[in-house]
């Protein structure tokens, strides 16, 4: 038996394909009544021991300033994603904002925050969107996408970019 969608997470990385997706988590939250979990991961900076130095500051002080700005780099995609939602309403009727329950910005790995999301907060599906063209697996679907199917048991709708030109972007509309 199928189960009924509750809870969608739209995952993004902020490029055109994502938010060509995000119509499509969109149109299936109202479908279903559901609501939709936005998920965009920020990865690790790594620590190199020469850029203490090279910033004249301890490792301490280093990174309170590194928090510091992720602090404002997650402000600033919030932000972005609620601006987008509110564009869209010209493609859609209306904001999605009132189909968002949470815009999560963690600081992690694309592949192990879109799972660990995915289940932290019980979502049923997961949307993602991919670029589409090339020939092998890889190149078509993209890493990140291959390896949530690889290593997920729910629903993944991957979202290609449409063959026709599209002005749906996060920086347009």
């Not at 559901?34 to 790594?46: C, D, M």
């Not at 290609?160 to 509309?173: H, R």
Request: overall charge neutral.
């Amino acid at each position: 038996m199928i189960s009924k969608i509750k809870k969608i997470l739209y995952a993004t990385d902020l490029s055109k394909n994502s938010s060509y997706a995000l119509l499509y988590a969109v149109d299936m939250a109202r479908k279903n009544d559901a609501k939709i979990v936005i998920l965009h991961s920020v990865e690790p900076l790594r620590d190199a021991p020469w850029s203490y130095a090279a910033a004249g500051l301890d490792e301490k002080q280093l990174k309170k300033g590194i928090k510091h700005e992720q602090k404002a780099e997650v402000n600033e995609i919030k932000k972005q994603v609620e601006e987008f939602c509110e564009r869209m309403g010209a493609y859609m009727g209306s904001s999605c904002l009132e189909l968002v329950s949470k815009i999560l910005v963690p600081q992690g790995y694309p592949v192990e925050e879109i799972l660990e999301t995915a289940n932290e907060e019980g979502c049923d599906v997961i949307v993602l969107g991919t670029h589409g063209k090339g020939f092998l697996k890889q190149a078509f679907l993209g890493n990140v996408a291959v390896k949530v199917l690889e290593r997920t048991r729910k629903p993944v709708f991957i979202i290609p970019l449409p063959s026709e030109k599209t002005d749906i972007d996060w920086d347009k509309m």
